[in-house]
């Protein structure tokens, strides 16, 4: 069973204002919204980044609790994703957004497990998924818009994942050779868990959200 490689995972040096301009601040108020969806009083953040999430979330009296495995970034526990120390249902919600991509791909199902064991209501992920992705919009007689997106088939290519692996820490992402979405989806439910929803954030594709139902939860 492969372990984590810490010289892979960001430190404080990558949170800067760059990291954050653009669509990452879309992708930011996707998480927000998925969470909200949920009525949540207590969320585990795995993966904070630059705690911007954290601090909305807790600007609106939503207690959050932050992991990571990188104590400069001052998390409330270090701890890994796939070893949380905290008891069965401790949260109602727990989200944990460009994070498992900085893990070995044999450690996701352990990490979705070890998610849902702690939380009660909903699992939110977000996953790096650089497979070309269209959207398209129409206007009928001004009152009806219809919008439909799809994702092209790719795998992306060895030179890309080094690249990303030496640049951003990424084991791998979907479009990896054999991890699509339909991987991933078929992983989640044989840890008999549930996708509620799925999507790629409009104004940052790259960004592909899951949201899962813990198991015993409605």
């Known amino acids: 069973m492969s372990e984590q490689d810490l010289s892979l ?18 992708s930011y108020a996707h998480q927000m919204n998925a969470v909200l969806e949920h009525e949540p009083r207590t969320v585990l953040e795995i993966g904070p980044g630059p705690g911007m999430v954290t601090a909305a979330l807790q600007a609106i009296d939503v207690e959050v609790t932050t992991v990571d495995i990188q104590a400069e970034l001052k998390p409330d526990v270090v701890a890994s994703v796939t070893n949380l120390p905290f008891e069965d249902d401790s949260f ?3 989200m944990c957004c460009q994070v498992l991509e900085h893990l070995p791909f044999d450690r996701f199902v352990p990490a979705i497990k070890e998610l849902s064991r702690v939380s009660r209501h909903a699992i939110l992920i977000s996953l790096p998924d ?10 009928l007689f001004r009152k009806k818009t219809l919008a439909f997106s799809f994702t092209r088939p790719y795998t992306c290519k060895a030179s890309y ?20 979405a339909k991987k991933i989806a078929s992983l989640i439910s044989s840890a008999e868990l549930h996708i509620r929803a799925h999507w790629r954030c409009r104004d940052r594709p790259y960004h592909h ?6 198991r015993g939860s409605s």
């Open 161 to 180: 994942l080094e690249r990303v692996k030496e640049l951003a820490g990424h084991y791998w992402e979907v479009g990896s050779p054999g991890i699509d």
């Open 130 to 139: 650089p497979r070309p992705y269209y959207e398209i919009n129409a206007s």
């Open 209 to 214: 959200f899951f949201d899962i139902s813990p």
């Open 9 to 26: 995972v960001p430190g404080k040096e990558n949170y800067t204002a760059r990291y954050v301009r653009g669509g990452r601040l879309f």
């Open 92 to 94: 109602d919600v727990s």
